[in-house]
């Protein structure tokens, strides 16, 4: 004799005539009827998630492939170690010198990422800025103003009248890869875990 089953569909128990291993069972069409409706459900809500991945993979594969994309990641990496840089050194703000703990601050570009991407993401073209006065307001605040002395004059006070010479002169275009942008992003990220860790860095990321 067969042994109760709980009803898929009204979930009370009962005794049906015959069993599958595995099946959900129903005592009345009624009932059948909506264990139907609900494997419907199932159906259609496992085909959604499926299409949702495969639409998250497409996306990233694109993402993955596309050069712009990954410089813009790989730039605001290079951003954050050149904030990290400067603020484990001690140094404020390269064009006014502030250095407070409610200022937020940001890896500046000397020469513009958009003119100048062949030292885009070189390191020794990113400084700690204070974000919204000099990098935001000021357009980086490259000359100084009337009170402060200016990215140009922080750099040659911090590094040598050189430093700026090579900032300025000719760089050969960068011919990056996805690959290379990625590879680079692991490299500067590893940096910026050292640092935050309370590590020395692990170069002079300054050096000509």
């Known amino acids: 004799m067969n042994s109760k089953r709980k009803c898929g569909g009204c979930s009370q128990y009962f005794r049906p005539e015959q069993t599958f291993p595995g ?45 712009s994309h990954q410089m813009a990641l790989t730039k605001r990496e290079a951003q954050r170690l050149g904030n990290l840089l400067d603020k484990v050194a001690g140094f404020g703000c390269i064009s006014c ?8 601050y940001c890896g500046g570009h000397f020469k513009t990422a958009g003119g100048n ?30 009170n ?16 700026v010479e090579w900032l300025e002169s000719y760089h050969e275009p960068k011919k990056y890869t996805c690959e290379d942008l990625k590879e680079l992003r692991k490299v500067y990220a590893a940096e910026i875990r050292r640092l935050k860790a309370g590590e020395k860095p692990s170069r002079n990321w300054r050096e000509l």
């Open 97 to 104: 010198e502030t250095e407070k703990p409610d200022i937020q």
């Open 148 to 163: 402060s002395k200016g990215y140009k004059s922080g750099l040659i006070d911090r590094y040598g009248p050189a430093y």
């Open 117 to 146: 991407p062949e030292i885009a993401l070189d390191i020794r073209n990113i400084s700690r800025q204070c974000n919204v006065y000099c990098n935001q307001h000021l357009s980086g605040n490259i000359n100084g103003t009337k």
């Open 23 to 67: 099946t959900v069972a129903w005592c009345s069409p009624d009932c059948g009827l909506i264990v139907a409706g609900k494997r419907t459900i199932t159906l259609k809500r496992s085909e959604k998630a499926v299409e949702r991945k495969e639409s998250r993979e497409a996306v990233q594969r694109l993402k993955d492939n596309d050069k």
